[in-house]
């Protein structure tokens, strides 16, 4: 393992905001791993810490293979985690909308551009990401519709789902977008928690990531060869959303199964606490996304069911 | 559920006579689309619109939008102003305007840009979606309601962060259409932008494309009300007013802008952390080559660690307002004639 700073962003009195990376293996860039882009990402900066943990071993092992090397970033917003913040703290920059980045330009923008610098030319790029919205999702693998997408390889984490999805304009500005139009095939992976940590599904993650390693042969890890993916677009995922406000009581989970006219949510009156709404499966399908939070507003989307589809 | 007590007699006449009051007066406040929140409150998005007295539905639509920004609050001065000028002379209005002064309601009242629960800049989510999650179904609903205008002018204040003289902001995309409009509309400066895939998100990208004519206005600095500045935009709408034939008053004296297509745009980065200083007087304006924009100095040791000086003579048109700044921040545009 080589451990070194990537690049640093000099504060008025804060300590530098030190981007480090950490290296496993000689030669050839394979793989680059991304952790946690946002401060509010802790869960993505767990899996990152086990993920290098792992490797490290691996390493002294001799478990990398000759001439691969990995590079793993476990966050780019050392600054924005110690202030509780999602974004780049010194503007309120989301550093995730700046890519590919740019030298001469403020400083979220210089991360971006000194990050992209580091991470391009590898043959794969994985991410953990999040979702602006409460909520949780099965673990899968997202990629965008680029023209340059690649949905077996996806499948070779191992996960249950992989999500293609066409780009928003908002999108081309992101590291994933960015790291496909130069040439990397570029993965999100999610996880069911953002800012807590969920052991169980980090070390799915992990495995995930040590799988797809090991069938690209870039490690040699033995572990459970996973699932053969279901392939679905996003815009295939049907929203169901709350058509009031309130209390929210979720009554199903990511992954459960549901049938047209099940009761999966209840809304009660907040002040009174008689239930107002049961909210009715449009559908049979399965629980992809699940909101989380404890109250609901009208209009959120407070489930997406993968139609049609069983257990 | 209960018999009327006086207090709700009281209440009824009230709405009575309101209502009555906006059928006879020329102005009618709606809501545009609402959403209920967790605990018995609604985001509501208002708009007052003002057609004139015997109007026929074939008059000239302005429609008048801000607040998309939460930290935007020069907007709400222009339209207090706008609407309390046709309410003055309503039979100088010959046309229809809708005002709509604040998409972003909870940001505006926390002092946030986004939207407060999500850090969502809504200028992000256009043209929206009927069917998405609730910033995406409020974007919709307002593109909807704008749909038919045959100008609509989009005010902003740029942000906390800095400063921006008057100036209309337009893609290069759909200058033809709209440099006619943006040269009368009485702004410092009148800049045209090579077009990016991610400002197709913004309210005036999808209006301009769904066959909106929209300007987008920025000025001043986030939280804050600069007078002049809206004094200055509200002639500039006025003046376009009467141009669309919605307005018969008297014409204001309106200032040709600099067109940036004319010189070059130069951007003042900071080699530095620190903290800027202007060395600029409230206003922004005129510099000649060489001369002192501001410094960057350290507070804990007591020395200037960058001089910042302008590369041309030109105008400054937007400047670095809080302090507190990294290496790369944008201190200073500085607009150069070829
Ligand atoms: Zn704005």
Redesign the interface.
């Known amino acids: 393992m080589h451990k070194e700073v990537l690049f640093s962003?000099?504060?008025?009195?804060r300590e530098d905001n030190e981007i480090t990376g950490y290296r496993f293996g000689h030669g050839e860039k394979a793989a680059c791993i991304i952790g946690a882009m946002r401060g509010n990402e802790l869960q993505q900066l767990y899996i990152c810490s086990q993920l290098i943990r792992t490797l490290k071993t691996l390493e002294e092992h001799g478990a990398i293979s000759h001439n691969k090397e990995i590079l793993v970033v476990p966050t780019v917003n050392m600054y924005g985690i110690n202030v509780e913040k999602?974004?780049w703290p010194?503007?309120?920059v989301d550093i995730n909308?700046c890519f590919p980045g740019d030298?001469?330009?403020?400083?979220p923008?210089?991360i971006a551009k000194a990050l992209f610098d580091s991470v391009q030319g590898y043959s794969y790029g994985i991410q953990f990401a999040s979702f602006?919205?409460p909520g949780d999702f099965i673990p899968h693998v997202r990629m965008m519709e680029t023209g340059f997408q690649s949905p077996s390889l996806a499948n070779l984490f191992g996960l249950q789902y992989v999500v293609t999805r066409k780009p928003?304009?908002?999108d081309?500005?992101t590291l994933n977008y960015s790291w496909q139009m130069n040439g990397t095939n570029a993965f999100s992976i999610y996880t069911n928690a953002t800012d807590t940590v969920d052991e169980k599904s980090a070390r799915q993650a992990v495995s995930a990531v040590l799988r797809f390693l090991t069938r690209m042969g870039i490690v040699k890890y033995n572990n459970h060869s996973g699932y053969i993916a279901s392939v679905i677009e996003e815009h295939e995922l049907m929203?169901v959303?709350s058509d009031?406000?309130?209390?929210y009581k979720r009554l199903k989970e990511p992954g459960d199964p549901v049938y047209h006219g099940d009761v999966i949510a209840q809304v009660t009156d907040?002040?009174e606490g008689e239930i107002i709404k049961e909210i009715k499966s449009p559908t049979d399908g399965i629980i992809f996304f699940a909101h989380t939070a404890p109250?609901?507003?009208?209009?959120?989307?407070i489930y997406k069911i993968i139609r049609r589809m069983h257990e | 559920m209960s018999f009327p007590t006086i207090a709700h007699c009281i209440k009824s006449y009230t709405m009575i006579r309101y209502n009555y009051l906006c059928i006879n007066e020329v102005d009618m406040i709606n809501e545009v689309v609402s959403?209920?929140?967790?605990?018995?409150e609604k985001i509501r998005i208002l708009k007052n619109h003002f057609e004139p007295e015997n109007a026929t539905g074939r008059e000239a639509r302005l429609s008048l939008v801000t607040g998309i920004h939460g930290d935007e609050l020069d907007g709400q001065y222009v339209c207090y102003e706008v609407i309390r000028q046709i309410k003055a002379h309503p039979e100088l209005l010959t046309g229809t305007v809708d005002v709509y002064p604040c998409i972003n309601p909870l940001g505006m009242d926390m002092g946030a840009?986004g939207i407060p629960m999500?850090?969502?800049d809504m200028n992000?989510v256009f043209p929206g979606d009927n069917?998405?999650?609730?910033a995406e179904?409020v974007a919709a609903e307002v593109v909807n309601d704008i749909i038919g205008s045959d100008l609509c002018i989009d005010v902003h204040s740029s942000?906390v962060?800095i400063k921006e003289a008057p100036q209309v902001r337009l893609n290069e995309d759909c200058a033809d259409k709209l440099l006619p409009y943006a040269k009368i509309m009485n702004a410092d400066f009148v800049w045209v932008y090579s077009s990016i895939?991610?400002?197709?998100?913004t309210l005036a990208y999808s209006l301009n494309k769904l066959g909106v004519p929209t300007l987008v206005t920025e000025m001043g600095v986030g939280l804050r009300i600069n007078n002049a500045y809206c004094r200055q935009l509200i002639d500039g709408i006025f003046n376009i007013m009467i141009e669309l034939g919605i307005w018969q008053g008297e014409r204001p004296a309106v200032k040709e802008p600099i067109m940036s297509t004319e010189g070059q745009v130069d951007?003042i980065?900071a080699e530095?952390?620190?903290?800027f200083v202007s060395a600029l007087g409230e206003q922004m304006g005129h510099i000649k080559k060489g001369e002192r924009i501001g410094d960057i100095i350290s507070p804990?040791d007591g020395e200037i660690l960058q001089e910042i000086i302008s590369p041309a003579d030109g105008i400054v048109f937007s400047l670095r307002e809080?302090p507190?700044?990294?290496?790369?921040?944008?201190l200073a545009r500085v607009y150069a004639v070829r």
């Open positions: 962003v000099e504060g008025l009195y999602r974004f010194i503007d309120n909308r030298m001469n330009a403020d400083s923008k210089r602006y919205m928003k304009p908002m081309t500005v929203p959303k009031t406000a309130g209390f907040p002040y109250m609901v507003m009208e209009n959120a989307v | 959403v209920k929140m967790p605990v018995k840009r999500f850090d969502l992000r069917n998405g999650a609730m179904y942000n962060y895939t991610v400002r197709e998100a951007f980065h530095h952390a620190g903290l804990v809080n507190v700044i990294y290496k790369g921040t944008l």
